[in-house]
Nanobody, 116 residues
């Protein structure tokens, strides 16, 4: 059974930082394309950051230079380091895993609120 468990969300002031974690079980994250999506109230879900199995990364223009996706193979965990947070970053953040053959998986999400 595949599980992606996100943690690290919460309330943070504008300009602050948070690190989200995605602990995976049932898959090996280094063999999957891993990503972070988010969905703000009343908006469509969007891809924020992704890391291919080979390690290359991509970011949405809105978070470039502020967010960093990383992977700890030993812990089988993916992270999203978020800095210089803005109110518009408020959303539920989801961890995702993609594999052409083995399937796609989503976590349950973690809430991030950026507010003073």
């Amino acid at each position: 059974q595949v599980q992606l468990v996100e943690s690290g969300g919460g309330l943070v002031q504008p300009g602050g930082s948070l690190r989200l974690s995605c602990a995976a079980s049932g898959i090996i994250v280094s063999l999957y394309g891993m990503g972070w999506h988010r969905q703000a109230p009343g908006k469509q879900r969007e891809l924020v950051a992704s890391m291919a199995w080979g390690g290359s990364t991509n970011y949405a223009d809105s978070v470039k230079g502020r967010f960093t996706i990383s992977r700890d193979n030993a812990r089988n965990t993916v992270y999203l380091q978020m800095s210089s947070l803005k109110p518009e970053d408020t959303a539920v953040y989801y961890c995702t895993a993609q594999h052409k053959v083995r399937g796609n998986y989503w976590g349950q999400g973690t809430q991030v609120i950026v507010s003073s």
